[in-house]
């Protein structure tokens, strides 16, 4: 099971602004390690969406944006587009025993 | 442009080895590392492991440790994956990513995925 836990779904209309949590602990995002974040639609692989916890890469529209702060970080997707509705996973490094990297669980955001 | 490139499906038997390859371009390959992820059907993405790129460093992840290797070939920009005694839970789309030694960036680029379907 993962060490980062997301919701299963969250969902808005177009144009409103929904939150995904990724929550971890002392031995992942409470210890300091960045946290990053994956768009993945349909029958594609994954694309780098934030990183670094609030940076976007060339080419991601300022409408996603991230944060960090404890053991939690959280992806914004502020004017909800249909192009947006897709799975969202977060990930950081791990510490402890098993030493790794993890993602979280996923969200899948439907736009209604 | 920078890219991935995995090779195609494979369809193997429990017990047997499979060994996905990928290949990179458009970067200086032994600057950054490789991070295999899978995902099985309907599931989450897994991380599998890293490998540097520059002098073939790994780090496994716990579960598949003994069954999996990773390795990269300098002269081709090429990386592969080879996982041994294959179940059916195995069965997934595999992904190679590039990323950069501490991971500070993130899995930056991604290739395409390659299935891999256990099953007798």
């Known amino acids: 099971q993962s060490v980062l836990t997301q919701p299963p779904s969250v969902s808005g209309a177009p144009g409103q602004r929904v939150t995904i949590s990724c929550t971890g602990s002392?031995?992942?995002?409470?210890?300091?390690?960045?946290v990053h974040w994956y768009q993945q639609l349909p029958g594609t692989a994954p694309k780098l969406l934030i990183y670094?916890?609030?940076n976007r890469p060339s080419g991601v529209p300022d409408r996603f944006s991230g944060s960090k702060s404890g053991t939690s970080a959280s992806l914004a997707i502020t004017g909800l587009q249909a192009e947006d509705e897709a799975d969202y996973y977060c990930?950081?490094?791990?510490?402890?025993?098993?030493?790794?990297?993890?993602f979280g669980t996923g969200t899948k955001v439907t736009v209604l | 442009q920078v890219q991935l490139v995995q090779s195609g499906a494979e369809v193997k038997k429990p017990g047997a080895s499979v060994k996905v390859s990928c290949k990179a371009s458009?970067?200086?390959?032994?600057?950054?590392?490789i991070s295999w992820v899978r995902q099985a059907p309907g599931q989450g993405l897994e991380w599998m492991g890293w490998?540097?790129?520059?002098?073939?460093?790994?780090n496994y992840a716990q579960k598949l440790q003994g069954r999996v290797t990773m390795t990269t070939d300098t002269s081709t920009s090429t990386a592969y994956m080879e996982l041994r005694s294959l179940r059916s839970d195995d069965t997934a789309v595999y992904y190679c990513?590039?990323?950069?030694?501490?991971?500070?960036?993130?899995?930056?680029?991604w290739g395409q995925g390659t299935t891999v379907t256990v099953s007798s």
């Open positions: 990513a590039r990323q950069y030694p501490g991971g500070r960036d993130g899995m930056d680029v």
């Open positions: 458009g970067y200086t390959f032994t600057s950054y590392g």
């Open positions: 490998i540097s790129a520059y002098n073939g460093n790994t």
């Open positions: 002392s031995s992942n995002i409470g210890a300091g390690y960045d």
């Open positions: 670094g916890n609030s």
């Open positions: 990930q950081s490094y791990d510490s402890s025993l098993s030493a790794s990297y993890v």
